[in-house]
């Protein structure tokens, strides 16, 4: 079963174990870059595993922007021995949960950006209602969810 946990001492080494495969290292930075940044922004946002039982397979982090307000998720990745198993589906799914509990403040709206090259992302996201904003940067599409 799919859960996430909270980053910490105890399993960070695990999320800089993590691997992409080589195309797809374009598509998200590594866990240690986005920790760093949970470090910088640790009063507004969460770093998680995600967990298939006591394996970490992934790694995403949720950070409030209390300027628009509104919930991003940055750096969601699966390794590339777990891809193709349904648990990027799932862990997104978890994600959403987490973000429902407004965990930093009040807001329904769920942010995210991603490659236009990674199609398999943005189906996943697109399949769960984030839809494209028409924000380009680069690369990257804004894509956003209205939560109830």
Same mark, same amino acid.
């Given at each position: 079963?799919?859960?996430?946990?909270?980053?910490?001492?105890?399993? $960070?080494?695990?999320?800089?174990?993590?691997?992409?495969a080589s195309?797809?290292?374009?598509?998200?930075?590594? #866990?240690?870059?986005?920790?760093?940044? =949970? @470090?910088? %922004?640790?009063?507004?946002?969460?770093?998680?595993?995600?967990?298939?039982?006591?394996?970490?397979?992934? %790694?995403?982090?949720?950070? @409030?922007? @209390?300027?628009? #307000?509104? @919930?991003?998720?940055?750096?969601?990745?699966?390794?590339?021995s777990n891809?193709?198993?349904? %648990?990027?589906?799932? =862990?997104?799914?978890?994600?959403?949960?987490?973000?429902q509990a407004?965990? $930093?403040?009040?807001?329904?709206?769920?942010?995210?950006?991603?490659?236009?090259?990674?199609?398999? =992302?943005?189906?996943?996201?697109?399949?769960?209602? $984030?839809?494209?904003?028409?924000?380009?940067?680069?690369?990257?599409?804004?894509?956003?969810?209205?939560?109830?």
């Open positions: 079963m799919i859960n996430l946990r909270k980053i910490t001492e105890e399993n $960070f080494i695990d999320a800089f174990n993590l691997k992409l195309e797809q290292e374009r598509f998200v930075s590594h #866990p240690i870059r986005s920790l760093a940044q =949970a @470090y910088v %922004y640790r009063e507004q946002c969460q770093p998680f595993g995600i967990y298939e039982g006591d394996t970490m397979v992934g %790694y995403v982090m949720v950070i @409030y922007d @209390y300027d628009i #307000p509104e @919930y991003d998720i940055w750096h969601m990745m699966i390794d590339e891809q193709r198993r349904g %648990y990027g589906r799932v =862990a997104l799914d978890r994600v959403l949960d987490y973000i407004k965990p $930093f403040g009040s807001s329904n709206r769920v942010t995210l950006t991603c490659n236009r090259d990674n199609i398999q =992302a943005l189906n996943l996201y697109k399949s769960r209602g $984030f839809t494209e904003t028409g924000a380009v940067d680069e690369d990257e599409i804004e894509l956003s969810l209205m939560m109830q």
